[in-house]
């Protein structure tokens, strides 16, 4: 069963008898559909490996529509500003996630003994917190950002500039398990 944060929002909100504004739906709507997206394009991949290239295309037609709910929904709740703005927020949504929510996953995944969950919420503080930092770096050269291209490891998330020639320093995946972001 797929994790279901939208109900679970609505649930939340009748509990503590609060009623669900537009404003509110609004969220759910792009978390919903943004989790949408991303399901689907998982499908998509499991669904090439398996040979149903067709219902591949299927799922990444709904995919790509899904990012367009997902957009209006944003744009509307007012989800959007500069981009100055923009990284501001991403920096503190990143310093959320590998302060914060990632710490207490690990944990928990530990006393669990959940394997893993606990290598999953790992590589992804490591990376969050990698993210965070070239935000940063991005916000303070704003205007004056140097042409540097991207690679990102398939395997963790590992977020680089340049060129991969060693291993990941995360997960140690190769070097050609690093895509290139344009
Ligand atoms: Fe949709
Ligand atoms: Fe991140
Ligand atoms: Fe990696």
Request: net charge negative.
């Amino acid at each position: 069963m797929i994790y279901d944060p939208v109900n679970r929002m609505k649930e939340d909100f009748k509990l503590r008898g609060i009623c669900m504004s537009s404003k509110d739906n609004l969220k759910a709507a792009f978390t919903g559909e943004s989790m949408a997206n991303r399901t689907y394009l998982a499908f998509a991949k499991k669904a090439d490996e398996e040979g149903y290239h067709q219902i591949a295309k299927l799922f990444r037609a709904a995919a790509a529509a899904e990012t367009v709910h997902a957009f209006n929904h944003f744009q509307r709740m007012g989800g959007i500003g500069t981009t100055m703005d923009n990284l501001k927020d991403a920096i503190s949504g990143e310093t959320y996630e590998f302060t914060k929510m990632y710490p207490e996953f690990v944990e928990e995944a530990k006393k669990e003994g959940d394997k893993r969950a606990l290598w999953s919420f790992e590589v992804a503080n490591k990376v969050e917190r990698i993210h965070a930092a070239l935000y940063e770096k991005a916000l303070n050269e704003i205007g004056q950002n140097e042409e540097v291209d991207y690679h990102v490891c398939s395997v963790c998330g590992y977020t680089m500039e340049g060129e991969p020639h060693e291993k990941c320093p995360i997960c140690g995946a190769a070097p050609s398990k690093f895509d290139k972001i344009d």
